[in-house]
């Protein structure tokens, strides 16, 4: 069973669309995050929840929004997707909010054309 | 806030060792460090937390410097599998709960 999964691994879209990403866990961790890896390698911390509530929310576009329905579970949707956005998105979760191994997902490569 | 790592890139023949630098302007209170292949995922190696200790994990090991901020990878006897980029993640003092990253080492173990 995979630990942290996401779906979809790939998307292509056209600038100005819409697209979600979901992630879910199965370790029964309490916090989840999404982080942004782009062309040059740098992982950006976007979002961070703890038990369905949002602590950390870097500076990130209002386009980007998280939704947390449960604990297990951490979607992103993008509106308006710009060139810029086209990035690995990866999401992880951690058993406490600080001082945790991450672990992540596989991740999901957005293209923006 | 971003840790810098150096070296930015370093080539190695199997079996030599390496030493991956991670430091911040911010006191912490622990440092992560992570390793990335090639279209995969980082995987975590292992955890400092503020006290100065160090760390092991078969080959791999890491020290954390509090006073200097500085926290030290170090591989020896490299083999091919250790090949990836390297991250450190860094948590300042104060509990922020965010796991900063540097920008990655890149590490490539020729035979």
């Known amino acids: 069973d995979t630990a942290v999964s996401q779906t979809p691994k790939y998307l292509v879209t056209q600038m100005g669309n819409d697209k979600s990403i979901k992630c879910e866990q199965n370790?029964?961790?309490?916090?989840m995050y999404w982080y942004k890896q782009d062309s040059k390698k740098f992982l950006k911390i976007m979002f961070s929840y703890n038990n369905k509530e949002l602590i950390i929310n870097e500076t990130v576009p209002n386009r980007f929004s998280p939704k947390s329905p449960d604990k297990a579970h951490l979607n992103l949707h993008i509106n308006s997707l710009e060139l810029g956005d086209s990035a690995v998105y990866f999401c992880a979760s951690s058993q406490r909010a600080s001082t945790g191994e991450l672990f992540f997902g596989e991740g999901s490569r957005l293209t923006v054309l | 806030q971003q840790p810098v790592q150096s070296p930015q890139a370093v080539i190695l023949r199997e079996g030599e060792d390496a030493v991956i630098n991670c430091s911040s302007s911010k006191a912490l209170y622990s440092v992560h460090w992570y390793r990335q292949k090639h279209g995969e995922a980082p995987v975590f190696l292992m955890i400092?937390?503020?006290?100065?200790e160090q760390k092991g994990h078969e080959k791999i090991s890491a020290s954390f410097n509090e006073k200097k901020q500085q926290s030290s990878l170090y591989l020896t006897a490299s083999q091919l599998s250790y090949s990836g980029t390297y991250f450190c993640?860094?948590?300042?003092?104060?509990?922020?709960?965010?796991?900063?990253f540097g920008k990655g080492t890149k590490l490539t173990v020729n035979p």
């Open positions: 400092l937390l503020k006290g100065g």
């Open positions: 370790l029964g961790h309490d916090t």
């Open positions: 993640g860094t948590e300042r003092e104060g509990g922020s709960e965010k796991l900063v």
